[in-house]
């Protein structure tokens, strides 16, 4: 489903409409070339094509956390068409930025938590998580190992119902995790492998994720 038609059908639906939440608070230490939020890919910068992807995807809105020289995320970036909120102890790990995203979506809305890097995310794969998400429930992108077992990555779509426990369970760097361990049964894997990589830029030889 397009995601414009996809936002048409849940109006009305009784199905809570859902925020993207992109973090890109990190300075990206390991890659040594600033915030990741602003390294450059098709043309642009990570933040900005995925915050459009995002919302491209079907999510009604988009929240997106800067916190590493947010000043300069700001200034040189275009993401006036969402809202930006600044976690100004993101030093302190990823559980601060995931609380203020959390904290920032509208109320009544559920939370699609991304990472800014994600680059291979695609619309498409939004959409898929989108469309498979039940109320009460986790739902998250999964991809399969070696074995052929899938396992969890991001994007995760957290049930509006959830959403205040999620956030009180974050600590240090953690996020969503210490919630998702907490509350496996309540999670649902959804296979994106033919859709996106799944896989995070962490480190420079993994700088050809960039290439598009």
Same mark, same amino acid.
């Given at each position: ?10 109006? /009305?639906?009784? %199905? ?11 300075? /990206? ?12 890919? +098709?043309?642009?910068?990570? #933040? ?6 995002? *919302?491209?995807? =079907? &999510?009604?809105?988009? %929240? %997106? ?8 995320? +700001? ?8 809202? %930006?909120? !600044?976690? !100004?102890?993101?030093?302190? @790990?990823?559980?601060?930025? *995931? +609380? ?25 794969? #939004? ?9 009460? +429930? ?21 049930? #509006? =119902? ?16 210490? *919630?998702?361990?907490?509350?496996? @049964?309540? #999670?649902?894997?959804?296979? &994106? ?20």
């Amino acid at each position: 489903m397009h995601a414009r038609a996809y936002r048409e059908d849940m109006t /009305g639906s009784g %199905v809570a409409p859902t925020t993207g939440v992109l973090l890109a608070a990190g300075a /990206g230490t390991r890659l040594g070339r600033g915030p990741k939020a602003l390294l450059p890919y +098709r043309g642009r910068t990570l #933040v900005e094509v995925l915050a459009d992807t995002l *919302f491209d995807g =079907g &999510c009604r809105e988009v %929240v %997106v956390v800067v916190g590493a020289e947010a000043d300069r995320v +700001r200034s040189t970036t275009d993401l006036r068409t969402y809202k %930006v909120v !600044e976690n !100004e102890n993101w030093a302190k @790990g990823m559980a601060g930025s *995931f +609380r203020a995203g959390i904290e920032a979506a509208s109320p009544g809305h559920s939370i699609m938590v991304a990472l800014v890097d994600q680059p291979g995310l695609t619309p498409t794969a #939004v959409s898929r998580l989108l469309g498979s998400h039940r109320p009460g +429930r986790v739902t998250a992108a999964a991809y399969p190992d070696e074995s052929g077992r899938l396992k969890r990555r991001h994007p995760v779509i957290i049930d #509006v =119902g959830l959403r205040s426990q999620a956030a009180k369970a974050a600590n240090g760097d953690t996020g969503a995790r210490s *919630f998702l361990k907490a509350h496996p @049964g309540l #999670v649902d894997l959804v296979d &994106c492998s033919d859709l996106c990589s799944g896989e995070d830029l962490d480190t420079k030889d993994q700088l050809h994720l960039l290439e598009d």
